[in-house]
């Protein structure tokens, strides 16, 4: 059973940076993908981008493109999502999710508890 | 861009039939996926690959897809199935969330 713990909660400054991290218990590292997804209070759920662990290739979603880096360390079994330039709509709950990879499919079974990440001044 | 639409909210009576749509252009060509998110917690999958239920997803949750519309049904809605729901695609190696439904059971 794939277990995602994720870090504790945020306060940042505008203009800032955040680094929430994720890890990964269960299952073997690298055999899946890593992803994030936001959720703004009140709002839906935004996927950031993702990376597949054991060779550390990453796809970005365009709103985040030029502001998100999603690493994985694979000795620590932990992904990770940075995100710079943070402004106020970026408060929201960031969650790491598990896509199992399984052939032609795309979808996450398993969540991270959520980060609340609070961005003001 | 790919955008799938729900409605904002849909109420059911205890034991009634909830229909919940999603829509996007030729949808039916794709999988959906279908995710329930309580009040607090973290989002769940109920339906995968357009029909199909994970172990532990009781048997009233069930799902289509045709055309360019996908339909989670909860047959039998019960207090705890008040939630909301997203569905959700892969579209360009982008995975794209719907807008959301509030299921209000009452």
């Known amino acids: 059973q794939v277990q995602l713990v994720q870090s504790g909660a945020e306060v940042k400054k505008p203009g800032s940076s955040v680094r929430v991290s994720c890890k990964v218990s269960?299952?073997?590292?690298?055999?899946?993908?890593i992803s994030w997804v936001r959720q703004a209070p009140g709002q839906g759920l935004e996927w950031m981008g993702r990376?597949?662990?054991?060779?550390?290739?990453?796809t970005y979603a365009q709103n985040f493109q030029d502001r998100v880096t999603i690493t994985a360390d694979k000795s620590t079994t932990t992904v990770s999502v940075e995100l710079s330039s943070l402004r106020s709509e970026d408060t929201a709950v960031y969650y790491c999710?598990?896509?199992?990879?399984?052939?032609?499919?795309?979808?996450?079974?398993?969540w991270g508890q959520g980060t609340l990440v609070t961005v003001s001044s | 861009s790919y955008d799938l639409t729900q409605p904002p909210s849909v109420s059911v009576s205890p034991g009634q039939t909830a229909s919940i749509t999603c829509s996007g252009d030729k949808l039916g060509y794709t999988y959906v996926y279908w995710y329930q998110q309580k009040a607090g917690q973290s989002p769940v999958v109920v339906i995968y690959q357009d029909d199909k239920r994970p172990s532990g997803i009781p048997e009233r949750f069930s799902g289509s897809n045709s055309g360019n519309t996908a339909t989670l049904t909860i047959s039998g809605a019960q207090a705890l199935d008040e939630a909301d729901y997203y569905c959700?695609?892969?579209?360009?190696?982008?995975?794209?969330f719907g807008t959301g439904t509030k299921v209000t059971v009452l």
């Open positions: 990376i597949i662990p054991i060779l550390g290739i990453t």
């Open positions: 269960g299952g073997t590292f690298g055999s899946y993908t």
């Open positions: 999710a598990r896509d199992p990879a399984a052939r032609g499919l795309y979808y996450f079974d398993s």
């Open positions: 959700q695609a892969w579209d360009t190696s982008t995975y794209v």
